[in-house]
């Protein structure tokens, strides 16, 4: 083994050392200044964050808190993947009809505009209060988020490589596989980033609303009895399960991308 290797591993350790390190310390400072803001303000209004921990352990342990985390997934899941694949799909037909995209764009960006929550309490009376009112608002709010990323990501796509692609004689198909999906899968990975968080956000809100399960009917239920570290174990199980799923898609977006050059010099 050369110096120069062994000088560069030891770079990589003290790098990821360093990031880790930091993240250590910015958990550190929140939670004390949580505390702080528990002894300043009174348990009325900020939960301890131990009281909190102890509430976490407890719902863990009766097992309502993973059916909750279940509950709030289930509708998460479901619509995150139909707003995915109309969302990838519609401007993957787009980009055929250059005509067709300028006269609809126009209609799906004016539509963002809709407040997708205030539509609720209609889709409550359309759909009862199962789970479909909170699926149609999920789909509705990672739709424009996915729609928009992937159309960034196609209209970044390179010309030349699409007719140096016809020239050879690679079909429309062979095309929209190999180099329109390949040039755009960065816009897509940063729209899950998004996407996939605000999904789950939005089902807690719509399980604020209607809902005898899921992580946000827990929280709804805590505040109606005043119960704060109810309140605040319900938030903390919320970001837990935003920063799991924002993990997991890292590491599918660095196993798909690690054919990428700039992917392998940025690691760690």
Known sequence: MTDTTIDTEASVVWR????????????????GAWDYGARALGRLFFAPPLDVLARIIALAQSGEMFS??????????AGFVIAAVAGVLFPLLLRHSQRTTEAVEP?????????????????ILWFGIGDLPKLVVVTLVVFYI?????????????????????????GEGVISREIIWNSLLPFFFSGLKIAFPRAVSATIVGEFLVSSQGVG????????????????????????????????????????????????????
């Open 68 to 77: 909750d985390i279940l509950a709030t997934l289930r509708v998460s899941v």
């Open 217 to 268: 009917r827990y929280i709804e239920h805590a505040r109606q009895v005043s119960d704060t570290t109810g309140v605040f174990a319900g938030i903390v199980i919320a970001i837990a399960l935003v920063l799991a799923i924002n993990g997991l898609v890292n590491r599918v977006e660095r196993w798909s991308l690690s054919w990428r050059p700039v992917e392998r010099e940025m690691q760690l």
């Open 107 to 123: 209609y799906i960006m004016a539509s963002m505009g809709i407040p997708k929550y205030a539509l609720a309490p209609w889709l």
């Open 16 to 31: 990821k050392g360093a990031v880790y390190g930091g993240r250590l310390l910015i958990v550190i400072t929140l939670l």
């Open 146 to 170: 996915l729609f928009i990323t992937t159309f960034a990501g196609i209209r970044g796509v390179d010309q030349r490589l699409v007719k140096m692609a016809r020239i050879i004689g690679a």
